[in-house]
């Protein structure tokens, strides 16, 4: 099955983005910091929270605009059982739509099923170089096998209504184990192209920001 990017399904991964924010804000112990914090101790990996890579502080380089990766990653969240991100697909290179495999998954907390591609993850000490697989996503056989098509974003010809990029999900599960033992990591998509190369120690939870020592002004 191949899916052209329409507007409809650009709306629809738009709402689904909006429905998963939302969710992290139910009594689901998720944790938001707004500035990304600091990076947390290793005994307190298992609490759940939402950051943002392009937002806050953190040991992985901001993504160049003018240059960013194949499948760039920006949403991060571990909710005490999946650390998993958002993703966008970004076709620079070709005046074609390119395919990417993968699957069609319903989650619980959408209405229909969504796209996560095919691709392993990926170790190193080196940030260039030196790699080695130790994951893949999407884990198992869930959903439905699937190929998306992913037009250009300048392109001399693509649909008025199509996006620019398309939106994917990717689980990053399969890294914490190796936090603290490799220092680098990245996901290869296998129809080609892979994401910026991220500080596996980016994926903790962050630590709150410390609270300001009242001055002697305060009442």
């Known amino acids: 099955m191949i899916l052209s990017m329409k507007t409809s399904a650009f709306t629809a991964t738009l709402a689904t983005r909006i429905v998963f924010a939302a969710l992290v804000q139910l009594p689901l112990c ?3 910091a707004s500035d990304n914090g600091t ?3 290793p005994e307190e990996t298992d609490k759940s929270f939402v950051r943002r890579f392009d937002f806050g502080r953190w040991a992985t380089p901001f993504v160049d605009d ?3 990766p194949v499948l760039e990653l920006f949403t991060l969240s571990w909710d005490g059982r999946r650390l998993m991100t958002w993703a966008d697909y970004h076709n620079r290179d070709s005046s074609e739509a390119k395919k990417v495999e993968g699957r069609q998954i319903a989650e619980w907390w959408t209405d ?3 796209f996560w591609p095919y691709a392993r993850l990926e170790v190193s000490n080196e940030r260039e170089g030196g790699w080695t697989v130790i994951g893949a996503s999407p884990p198992g ?3 439905t096998e699937t190929v998306v098509l ?3 974003e300048k392109a001399t010809y693509v649909e008025r209504s199509a996006p620019t990029s398309r939106s994917c999900l990717v689980d990053l599960t399969p890294f914490r184990k190796f936090i603290g033992k490799f220092h680098y990591g990245r996901v290869v998509l296998r129809s080609g192209g892979a994401s910026q190369t991220i500080v596996l120690t980016d ?3 962050p630590e709150p920001s410390p609270t300001p020592a009242p001055t002697s002004g305060d009442s």
Do not use: H, Q
């Open 30 to 32: 998720y944790v938001i």
């Open 39 to 41: 990076t947390a101790r």
């Open 66 to 68: 003018d240059c960013p």
């Open 112 to 114: 229909g099923p969504l």
């Open 141 to 143: 056989t869930d959903g």
């Open 150 to 152: 992913m037009y250009p």
């Open 203 to 205: 994926l903790l939870p």
